[in-house]
């Protein structure tokens, strides 16, 4: 990036780069896990003061988790059904939650002011790793949810309104975790990207609108992934007639 | 470069799977159990007590609507009532009081009557005995007149 006359500190575009944290033979990102933990623990604060002191009349942060709490219920139960959505509301909710801390921290935390020796710190669903962990809970979640609802009829599903569908069927449990990991991950890097890029060639206003475009797409994913994780359990515990 | 970082790079790169994966999998699962125990249970509590809470007031007083609606209509009903027996009340006074009035007037001209015809039979007596009187007196006097002429001669 020598071609420009000037360089601001920040406006430095950084990709693929990592800080290795060795942990006997495995290595990890360390900077996925600095910033999933801080996120983390402000979400688990957020939720301790909210339920220190509940009471019948909802006051303060206690409002914003029962919407939260709300929120998340009428999307489990819209997609998993009435009868089996107590279960698995939890997994949901905790997906949605981690995604969109994760998502909205990566964009409103200035994290380019702390350096790190080798990578930056950013939103953890911008590492493809993160992503993936959750697409394959969630392929696990509906896989389980499916068995242990139905036993062994939940193969029923793969042949469900002819026989034709079964390679369908089962390419399409490998496609489910393929697109959901691919299009948070893509979604998340590529916002952190344009902003990386525009911050860089034009440092002043000019990106602030694509900020605000950023945490709406945040949001939004955020609710894709849950909506999708709940509809593809909702989809497993479905009974066929 | 960035696009040297992209693929196939043995260090780095956008596609570098490691133990991030297992482990970030594990941390996802420890926070839906923390959730679950900080969140979503207590939470869920909260807000189902209300819903029953509410729930169970609004069908109380659903039935003391109810209720109300029903003592009103006896109340009502019990209005009526009292307003018909009052009018009746109202009417009977009337019917008595004009009997009374009406009697209490035949007794009084009876009275009136009777008194008049008395005065007058009355008045009738002396009159006559009035011009008894006269016409005796009248007698008297032609008597004294004629033996006064008589005894002139």
Known sequence: MGFLPFVLPFAELEVGQQLYWQI????IHGQVFMTSWLLIGALLALVVIGTKKMERDPRGVQNLLEFLWDYIRDLA????????????MPFIGTLFLFIFVSNWGGALVPWKLIKLPSGELGAPTADINTTVALALLVSLSYFYAGLSNKGLRYFEYYVHPTPIMLPFKIVEDFTKPLSLSFRLFGNILADELVVAVLVFLVPLVLPVPVMFLGLFTSAIQALIFATLAAYYIGEAV???H | MPTLFLFGAS???LFDFDATLPLMAVQVVLLTFILNALFFKPVGRVVEEREDYVNTSRSEAKKKIAEVELLEAELKDQLKEARLAAQKVILEAEVDSDNLYKEALALANADANASREKARREIDSQRNDALNQLKSEADNLGNLIVERLLAKK
């Open chain 1, 77 to 88: 139960r819209t997609q998993i059904g009435e009868k089996v959505y107590r279960d698995w």
């Open chain 2, 11 to 13: 260090e780095g790169g």
């Open chain 1, 24 to 27: 006997g033979n495995f290595r």
């Open chain 1, 238 to 240: 479905e009974e066929h």
